[in-house]
């Protein structure tokens, strides 16, 4: 019996040694993301000319000094509308191209931006939104400088709704956002991760240290207390409008941040739970997400 309870305490006890050292190992991947190389600009570019939208190459100095580049792209017939589209972790503008299309079609100018330290970008940090609010306030100055813009609305997916969410908070020009498979916050989010997608129970107790020892990586070598990157905390600063879209499957970011999100939002709201796995709503139901993105917009 007690051999039992020596072999169970030393296999917590190393599990608990080895959660620490993969949260001090992961949380630099976490700050330097590969630069996803996935999706061939010439290709969306030449499929987007295909509908008659006009792209002109859009590159932003961001109040740091670094060189941020995309997309500005007209649709064929333009109502005055402009939407920022925000990719997903490891991902650039390219994966965008699915929500840009029927936005283009219903009459919406899109910037699709590669994120700081993604694809064509500058920087080597990717901070989750907290550098990158302040380059959209940068991006939504130089697209007022160039065009009449009648509205502003904003479309993120994963990391990049995450990003649209805190932006909005600080740029009262974005009436409105579309946000799929936002995390509720940081912290939060690594205790899915570290509870290796299981279960965000494992995260928060037998594999906590991971948790720990990665926000404390993040907040030394990012120079950023990771507890201020927080969507939730976001959409109670500023009542602007939010649809919130979560996949019932999402293992990666359960539908419970999303949840958390709308709890705490001010302004008007919307929670759509798709049949999904994550960041897969568009391509599980592309008609009726087309509707529902216009039709919200066209309400805010």
Not at 10 to 38: C, K
Not at 205 to 212: D, M, W
Request: with cysteine; proline share 5%; glycine share 10%.
């Amino acid at each position: 019996m007690r051999r039992i309870v020596y072999v169970a305490a030393g296999t917590v006890l190393l599990s608990l040694v080895l959660s620490a050292v993969a949260g001090w190992m992961i949380a630099p991947g976490m700050l330097h993301p590969r630069r996803g190389a996935t999706g061939s600009l010439r290709q969306v570019a030449g499929a987007l000319e295909q509908i008659g939208a006009e792209i002109q190459q859009f590159d932003v100095r961001a109040s740091d000094g670094i060189l941020l580049r995309g997309w500005k792209v007209r649709p064929p017939s333009p109502g005055g509308d402009w939407v920022l589209l925000f990719h997903g972790v490891t991902d650039n503008r390219t994966g965008m191209l699915g929500q840009a299309k029927p936005l283009l079609r219903h009459g919406y100018g899109v910037l699709m931006m590669d994120s700081r330290a993604h694809r064509e970008s500058g920087g080597n940090m990717a901070t989750y939104g907290w550098k990158e609010r302040d380059d959209t306030v940068a991006i939504t100055n130089a697209l007022y400088a160039n065009e009449q813009v009648r509205h502003l609305y904003a479309v993120g997916v994963s990391m990049g709704a995450a990003i649209a969410l805190q932006a909005a908070a600080v740029e009262p020009r974005v009436d409105a956002v579309v946000a799929e498979d936002p995390f509720a916050n940081l912290r939060e989010v690594s205790y899915d991760y570290s509870g290796l997608r299981m279960s965000p129970v494992l995260g928060k107790t037998l594999f906590r240290p991971a948790s720990f020892f990665g926000m404390r990586e993040i907040e030394r070598k990012g120079g950023f207390n990771p507890d201020d990157v927080s969507p939730e905390k976001a959409v109670a600063i500023r009542p602007f409008a939010i649809l919130l879209i979560c996949g019932a499957y999402d293992r990666r970011i359960p539908c419970r941040h999303a949840e958390r999100i709308y709890e705490a939002a001010r302004g008007p709201k919307e929670l759509w739970i798709v049949r999904a796995r994550h960041a897969a709503a568009f391509g599980q139901e592309p008609r009726e997400y087309e509707a529902r993105v216009v039709d919200f917009f066209q309400k805010h």
